[in-house]
């Protein structure tokens, strides 16, 4: 069973950087793809973007292109998301998710989900 939880949102200010990270509990080689998400209050989820759990090659949806950058680290079963320049907008709650099956790196469908971390960014 895929475990996953996320760490490092908080309150910052508007320009700075930060790196949530997400802690990947789950039996050796069934991750294939991990995603971050993020949903702002009485808004939809959106997927801010996917990693290739292998290969590392990245994907970002709409919201994730430009000042957002996925990452991994295999060894230690982690997955980060820095932004970079926050702004008011980005204020969310960020979660991410993992794919136990193999699928299109752009793919929205995950088997696993965490509970997500608070970002709120004050202007």
């Known amino acids: 069973q895929v475990q996953l939880a996320e760490s490092g949102g908080g309150l910052v200010q508007a320009g700075e950087s930060l790196t949530l990270s997400c802690r990947i509990s789950?039996?050796?080689?069934?991750?294939?793809?991990v995603a971050w998400f993020r949903q702002a209050a009485g808004q939809e989820s959106e997927l801010v973007g996917t990693?290739?759990?292998?290969?590392?090659?990245?994907y970002y949806g709409n919201s994730g292109k430009g000042r957002f950058t996925i990452s991994r680290d295999t060894a230690a079963n982690m997955a980060y998301l820095k932004i970079d320049a926050l702004k008011p907008e980005d204020t969310a709650l960020y979660y991410c998710?993992?794919?136990?099956?193999?699928?299109?790196?752009?793919?929205?469908?995950?088997?696993?989900w965490g509970r997500g971390t608070q970002v709120t960014v004050s202007s």
């Open positions: 789950a039996p050796p080689y069934t991750i294939y793809r």
């Open positions: 998710a993992a794919d136990d099956e193999l699928r299109d790196i752009s793919s929205r469908t995950f088997t696993s």
């Open positions: 990693i290739d759990w292998r290969f590392a090659s990245t």
